[in-house]
């Protein structure tokens, strides 16, 4: 990148130095930002290139009713930006900046159609993420079919009439991974998105250090629930093409669960998994066997709320005592209704953190402590105790 185009440097999150300009790199099982250790930790923020939760958008705003999509305002981006800050976050993980398909607002509203105007709303992301040091990881696809798109527009663009509603198990599914027609279509869709120039930066997506991670996709899997059959050729063929678009970045293999089969492609950089609810036991196993092919792990998505699952302090511990490095990302991170700072925004999938919320219970509140303690603690390494009052954030 020229000179003229490197933004006034900023404080970094893990090391106090200056880091905005600089990208995350791997070493083995290490990862690393300005020659420091660092580690990606953080939560899923998977609005904040396109929302389906405000119903309807304020007058005027851009809205698709059929799938209840609307841009996000700014000032919600910049309050998740400082909440994550807040929390000890060094990143978020970001669907729609990459799952941001099939729906007249998407940026890809149609097979090879870009809609420019959809950038807008991510390149504010991006801009905002890089003023507040925060890292972004970038899933490009997604298996469902929600209102951010994914696999399965690209199916049915190219003729197989399937839906995730009805056709969840379908064999054609697979046809997103071996049919080389969907596989240029997805292609063409990530070299549009990955050599945009962002006029806030004046970087490409693929030049700013800012997204520190592209995944290949959200939760990806075969034909059946749990299979983990995302073809190991596609995992390679996508890796090799976004590293030969984007050299600097690291890939993250967005099989669910872990696919040993694919410890073979030198491209993945991360692999990961996600906890519904957390699950030491399969945790702890998926870090060893990542561990023993010398890569890094990620756990992705967690239920961090304590309803379910193993003690979230345990899943954490192991976590932090892991001998490579690992990150994780809560899911998932809602603030307020901006610019109208008294609502706090439902989503409705029992699983929102909604930061600074005085409806929350003492219970929420206490688990929100605990996700900040161990954020925090992975990111600076000071122990603030797991009962910290957490700091405000000023409605922007
Ligand atoms: C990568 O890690 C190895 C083993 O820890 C070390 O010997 C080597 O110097 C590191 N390489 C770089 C470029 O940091
Ligand atoms: C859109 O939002 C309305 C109001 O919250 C809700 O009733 C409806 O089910 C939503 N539609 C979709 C497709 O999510
Ligand atoms: C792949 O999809 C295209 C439609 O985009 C279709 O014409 C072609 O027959 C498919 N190829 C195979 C091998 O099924
Ligand atoms: C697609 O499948 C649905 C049933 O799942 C059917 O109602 C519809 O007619 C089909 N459309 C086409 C174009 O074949
Ligand atoms: C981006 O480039 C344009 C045209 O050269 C310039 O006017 C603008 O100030 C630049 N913006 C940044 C953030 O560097
Ligand atoms: C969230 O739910 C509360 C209570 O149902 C409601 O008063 C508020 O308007 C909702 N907020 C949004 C942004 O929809």
Redesign the pocket.
Known sequence: MKPSQILPCLVGVASGACTQNQHVVRNGTELSLGGEPWRPVGGNAYWLGLDENIVPPPPGEPFDARTNSSYPTRGRITEAMEIIRAMGGTMLRVHTLGSNIGNPLSLLPGNRVINEKAFETMDWVVSEARRHGVRLMVPLVDHYDYYHGGKYNFLRW??YNLTFAENPEDPLIM?FYY?Q??VTDFKWYIERLLTHVNPLTNLTYAEDPTIFAYESGNELYGDKWGDKNCPTEWVRDIGRFVKDLAPKKLYVDGTYGINADHFAVEEVDIFSDHFYGPDVARLQEGIDLVADAGRTYFAGEYDWTGGSGDDLNEFFQVLRESPIATGDAFWSLFGRNSPNCQQWVNHTDGFTLSYGNPENSPELTSQIQLVRQHLTLVSTGEDIGSDDPLPDVPCV
Do not use: F, L
């Open positions: 190219a003729g046809e049919n027609s969907i």
